[in-house]
């Protein structure tokens, strides 16, 4: 009996994506340190008892990649070495949230690899979409870690500065929500995909 090739079942050899898995020393994204294969990669400093102010670096080569500065009374910015001239932008401006048609809130930036977007998902139920990072919640078997898809160098910084600002905000409302019953909520992550942003509401 002949059988086409065409309808043989073929074993195809691919490469296994590539994850980088930055874990952080602390439950925390205020004053830890971010470890890549058990060395320390990068540093989140935040330099003032109020929380206000955060300094990400670049451990290995010495390098501030961003400041971020919370203000009462002027708007929030931040401040990347190789982004926007070196100037300082509005968090609101470069940072910008969007209400979904679902009702959640994402925000979305524009990089050099293209439209990135962070949302808050408790669902966890992205595998069909396109995420190119994640916060991984630790469990017995997985730490605590930020993890991203290869292809995210070129924005680094954004999306470290990005997820210290959003990990730190979510932080701080559920405490305000749950703190009255004593609650603590693990049950959502941070998910940052490419998106076709369209045209979002800009404020």
Do not use: C
């Not at 952080?24 to 003032?48: C, F, I, P």
């Not at 929380?51 to 390098?63: F, L, M, N």
């Amino acid at each position: 009996m002949s059988m086409s090739l065409d309808s043989v079942s073929q074993v195809t050899l691919v490469n296994p994506e590539h994850l980088t898995e930055l874990v952080l020393t602390k439950n925390s994204v205020l004053n830890t340190r971010m470890l890549y294969k058990g060395k320390a990669r990068y540093q989140v400093a935040t330099v003032d008892a109020n929380a206000a102010r955060s300094i990400i670096t670049d451990v290995q080569s010495g390098e501030q990649l961003a400041k971020i500065k919370r203000r009462t009374l002027h708007s929030d910015t931040v401040k990347f070495s190789h982004f926007f001239d070196g100037k300082a932008v509005k968090i609101k401006e470069w940072l910008r949230e969007e209400k979904m048609a679902n009702g959640h809130k994402r925000w979305n930036i524009e990089t050099p690899a293209g439209s990135f977007s962070w949302r808050k998902d408790v669902t966890r139920s992205y595998d069909m979409e396109r995420p190119i990072a994640w916060l991984q919640l630790p469990t017995n078997e997985k730490p605590y870690a930020l993890v991203l898809k290869s292809g995210t160098e070129s924005f680094i910084a954004q999306i470290l500065a990005a997820f210290v600002i959003l990990e730190q905000e979510i932080r701080l409302e559920e405490k305000e929500f749950f703190k009255a019953d004593g609650i603590v909520s693990d049950e959502r992550t941070l998910v940052g995909m490419h998106v076709d942003t369209g045209n979002f509401n800009r404020r």
